[in-house]
């Protein structure tokens, strides 16, 4: 088969600030810890060798072009990323592929506003600002690729209760997941305007902040048709959902050791990169499919188990890679007997 490859990755960097400062507080790195921090990172880009690489808590561009600098495998690389107008991290891209064109989504579109009982919800802001960039995968072929970084479980909890209250916490923990939820509506209003009745491919990845089964993220990437609906309604269907290249993956292997954090003893899988179904092979009319998919979690300590824990200058989550071979000249694949995904 004739076919070439790709390699996509999500990095969590774990708040990648400059030296000497002040982030979260009076948090900061002094000068020997970024270095090993800088260090750190490019070895694991490295074991990487992504084309594509979506970073999460950026605090400063500047940081991260020491970090790729470090790496030396982004020299004549693209660094997208879009303005920081708070105090928080932003998302970013790295691209070794020609990068055609980027858009930033703060504020929700209008079809994503939600409504309980005629009231309506009142979040209309991404926590973090959403980036969608397009990519020339060939001289033919492009590709909009989407990196976000969905609120966490962290309780929002105002300043004038006891943080340490644990109704206060559940109440905290119910307005984290109302943001989350949200931004996942208007995620999925966006997505919508590049897959619906288009033959065109789309990758999403980030840190979402919940598993591949939760709510939010079935909400990103779309329910699976019911195996009896019609083939008309299955199609219209396949035609706007995404695939979770870990479920891809688990479709050809025999066992899963994917997690990307642990918290508290349980192993969860936070980060993610989902394809839409014209990089699932199960698709005749695909124009690529996912190949392997690794996680680098080696790094990852359960400190229910251990009283070491991770480095400040490592990352608290691992890394997900994904490989994708495109196809080229006329070969095709057989349709299954489902006719589609």
């Given at each position: 088969m004739n076919r070439q490859r790709f390699k996509v990755a999500t990095f969590n960097l774990y708040n990648l600030v400059l030296p000497n400062v002040v982030y979260y507080g009076d948090r900061q790195y002094s000068p020997e810890q970024f270095a090993r921090k800088k260090l750190w990172?490019?070895?694991?880009l490295a074991a990487m060798n992504a084309d594509i690489v979506g970073f999460q808590e950026v605090f400063q561009i500047e940081a991260l072009q020491q970090v790729?600098?470090?790496?030396?495998?982004?020299?004549?690389?693209?660094?997208?990323a879009p303005p920081r107008?708070?105090?928080g991290p932003i998302v970013a891209m790295v691209s070794r592929l020609p990068v055609l064109r980027h858009r930033v989504y703060e504020v929700f579109p209008p079809e994503a506003k939600?409504?309980?009982?005629?009231?309506?919800?009142?979040?209309?802001r991404f926590s973090r600002a959403v980036l969608a960039v397009d990519i020339a995968l060939t001289e033919t072929l492009e590709c909009t690729v989407f990196v976000v970084h969905l609120k966490s479980k962290r309780p929002m909890i105002p300043d004038d209760v006891d943080r340490h209250d644990p109704l206060e916490r559940a109440k905290g923990q119910a307005r984290s997941l109302i943001q989350r939820a949200g931004e996942a509506i208007?995620?999925?209003v966006i997505l919508m305007e590049f897959l619906k009745n288009r033959n065109y491919p789309v990758i999403l990845m980030g840190d979402i902040n919940d598993g591949g089964q939760a709510v939010t993220s079935q909400i990103l990437s779309g329910e699976a048709p019911f195996r009896y609906s019609p083939f008309e309604s299955k199609q219209r269907t396949w035609d706007v959902l995404l695939y979770n290249v870990k479920d891809l993956q688990a479709r050809r292997s025999f066992t899963d050791y994917y997690y990307t954090h642990i918290h508290n003893g349980y192993y969860d899988s936070l980060d993610h990169i989902m394809v839409s179904q014209e990089f699932v092979a199960e698709n005749p009319h695909h124009v690529g499919r996912v190949g392997y998919v690794s996680v680098l979690n080696d790094h990852l300590v359960d400190d229910t188990l251990s009283r070491n824990g991770v480095e400040p200058w490592q990352s608290d989550h691992g890394q997900v890679v994904a490989a994708i071979e495109l196809k080229r000249g006329e070969e095709k694949d057989p349709?299954?007997?489902s006719g589609q995904v």
């Open positions: 990172i490019a070895g694991q790729l600098a470090e790496s030396r495998l982004y020299a004549k690389a693209k660094i997208i107008t708070g105090d939600l409504l309980f009982d005629g009231v309506e919800i009142p979040i209309q208007a995620v999925r349709m299954p007997a």
